[in-house]
């Protein structure tokens, strides 16, 4: 069901931040019954764009309408109050409760002067049914696994029956199959008449689910076309100003001898890992690859002491070390970056300099603890300037960097620990095409310098695009490892589902 006339306009929308203009006369339109993908590098003034929409932000010029009513909403409850939704990237969700107290929170049924469970549950439920989402409205929201999370934030912005709805990277922490079941949703609806304003850094899933795209960049509008008429490089090229040829850099480094081998690792955690063996070289760089629930993660974090480990040996250059907490771990020359950034990366209210150097903090400190400012300063600009980190200052809060500066600071964090193995989990989640590139290049750059990298993805262009060999790990086990340059996703895949 698509019309001619506009559900929403937003029309030369400035907002600017001290010492920063995050939206310089943006724009977006939005016809009904069509999903409309918003994309740009991380910086590029989306995420500022919607929160103006959705009232976090007041605009500081500018015109929106909705149905062609002037609209501008002070609050996210008049936004939500008048059809416009907003499924955040950063679930912020009340652990302790269960799924149908969060999806009614501010706006429970009431019975009298009570609330009525009852209705409560049932309302939830026929929700749920009609989108298939198989969870019981009763579970509490800590129990559940992130995606189904994310599904349960979903259909909670359906359920304010809303005109506009937008979804900020929806599919980041989604398997292929609930990929799937998200675009069907979105399919229904599209079919009732609703906009979707689709966010997201994954180009074949934007063309495979947008009718039109709007491309940002440095707080402008730049593009606004028929998805039908784009192209990934045309997209790429857009938004970030410059041809960018190809996706990945050119792979130059060269894996040496066995700096560690891993043998029968099985951690104590159930559902963990059971098995795994393989070997990892100096310069090389191995990817993990397995469905979600693979316990690719475990992995590494068992290796770095995050998880017990209740079996195996982990031989570093021909030592055994016993990697019993993180920082044994880091001792023995290891790092990791974790998953989930904003939950265990970073500390956001903190300074960039504080955030670059904590992994690291004993070697400023002197005999009496005293810590030396000069040091700290001195490594701190070191990981601004190798890392390439646009940040006004070293006293900047993590907080205020996109999620691509946000991760260059944490790898430089790592680094000044002189670790000799890096494992990367999920290091280019949330970050756009430009910010993948310099985070791909700088992984291969350690390479080259001789560090082992292990690197956890789930998109598997990224795992054949930078790789030296692919460990595949199948409910707990290694399914195989295959060299890079001879394998495609469909064995990828087949062993992947070896043990299942």
């Known amino acids: 069901m698509t019309s001619t006339y506009n559900l929403l306009e937003m029309w030369d929308i400035c907002k600017e931040f001290p010492g920063v203009k ?64 907003m499924v955040h990237q950063e679930l912020d969700q009340v652990a302790e409760r269960n799924i149908m107290d969060n999806m009614w929170l501010g706006r429970y049924p009431m019975k009298n002067i009570i609330v009525d469970e009852d209705k409560m549950y049932s309302d939830t439920k026929r929700i749920f049914d009609d989108l298939n989402i ?49 675009f069907n949703i979105i399919d229904k609806l599209r079919k009732m008449g609703c906009g979707i304003i689709y966010i997201s850094h994954k180009m074949e899933e934007i063309l495979a689910i947008s009718d039109e795209v709007t491309v940002m960049r440095d707080g402008k509008w730049i593009a606004s076309e028929k998805a039908g008429d784009f192209t990934i490089d045309r997209i790429i090229n857009l938004m970030v100003g410059r041809d960018m040829n190809h996706r990945f850099p050119p792979k130059d480094n060269v894996p040496g001898d066995v700096i560690l081998t891993v043998k029968n690792l099985a951690a104590t955690y159930q ?20 469905l979600v ?55 956001s209210i903190l300074s960039v300099k504080f955030n670059a150097i904590i992994a690291n903090i004993d070697a400023y400190a002197n005999k009496l603890g005293v810590i030396s400012e000069s040091k ?37 964090r790592w680094l000044l620990t002189e670790p000799e193995i890096l494992m990367l989990d999920e290091p280019t989640r949330g970050i756009d095409v430009g910010a993948k590139y310099e985070i791909y290049q700088l992984i291969i750059d350690l390479a080259k310098r001789g560090k082992g990298v292990i690197f956890v ?14 460990m595949v790990m199948s409910n707990g086990k290694v399914g195989g490892i295959v060299n890079t340059k001879d394998t495609n996703q469909e064995e990828i895949l087949k062993l992947a589902s070896k043990y299942l």
Not at 384 to 401: E, F, G, Y
């Open 134 to 182: 198989d969870i019981d409205p009763k579970e509490k929201i800590k129990r559940l696994s992130i995606s189904q999370k994310q599904m349960v934030e979903i259909a909670k912005a359906i359920s304010y029956n809303s005109k506009i709805i937008v979804m900020d990277e929806p599919t980041s922490s989604l398997t292929e199959k609930e990929v799937a079941h998200l």
């Open 293 to 347: 629930g693979s316990k690719r993660t475990d992995v590494i974090e068992t290796i770095f002491g995050i998880r017990k480990k209740e079996s195996g040996e982990i031989v570093h250059r021909g030592q055994v070390v016993v990697n019993s907490h993180p920082r044994a771990a880091i001792a023995n020359g290891f790092a990791m970056l974790t998953e989930e950034r904003r939950q265990t990366g970073i500390f």
């Open 376 to 412: 700290t300063s001195k490594d701190t600009q070191w990981v601004i300037d190798s890392m390439n980190v646009k940040t006004p200052s070293q006293n900047t809060k993590m907080r205020s960097l996109s999620g691509g500066n946000q991760q260059k600071v944490i790898l430089g």
């Open 271 to 290: 559902p963990s890992v059971t098995e795994a063996s393989f070997d990892l070289r100096e310069g090389e760089i191995l990817g993990i690859a397995g």
């Open 457 to 470: 993805s789930s998109e598997m262009p990224e795992l054949l695009g930078i790789s030296d060999r692919i």
């Open 22 to 85: 995050a939206l310089d006369n943006a724009r977006l339109v939005i016809k009904p019954g069509t999903v409309h993908a918003l994309v740009g590098e991380n910086g590029a003034g989306k995420s500022t764009l919607m929160k103006c929409l959705f009232g976090i932000y007041s605009m500081d010029s500018g015109r929106i309408s909705l149905e062609g009513q002037p609209v501008n909403f002070s609050s996210p409850k008049l936004a939500l109050d008048n059809g416009v939704s």
